[in-house]
């Protein structure tokens, strides 16, 4: 892992990966994907409706939690799949806040280690 420090800002606001993360839902879809998955086997695999997969998909995307590739498919063309881009997530209680550190494979472009303060 690499890391690099960020404030907590627009960008990525420290509520948004918060909420995302307080969902039961959202983390088992999380933990399920070890590896790139399509989203209908991820219904299958968290036995849950795919409407509600996706919707679940794009508030984990905004918080920067997975990211959406899309592959060509042998024979069905183009299709997405989904890849969880942390290692790790660190929440501590501090002074006046709340800090979270966000690890991130090394591979990723801007990867590494997110620091952010609330």
Do not use: H, W
């Not at 606001?13 to 039961?24: G, H, I, N």
């Not at 983390?27 to 790139?36: A, F, G, K, V, W």
């Amino acid at each position: 892992m690499s890391s690099r420090d960020v404030e907590s800002d627009e960008s990525y606001p420290v509520d948004r990966l918060l909420d995302a993360l307080s969902d039961e839902t959202s983390r088992r879809i999380l933990s399920t994907l070890t590896e790139p998955t399509a989203a209908a086997e991820l219904a299958d695999d968290c036995d849950i409706p795919s409407s509600t997969v996706y919707r679940k998909l794009d508030v984990l995307t905004r918080a920067e939690l997975i990211e959406e590739r899309v592959i060509l498919k042998p024979g069905y063309g183009r299709c997405s799949v989904y890849e969880r881009n942390i290692e790790r997530v660190a929440i501590a209680v501090e002074d006046g806040g709340f800090s979270v550190a966000v690890d991130r494979p090394s591979d990723e472009c801007d990867g590494g280690q997110v620091a952010m303060d609330d």
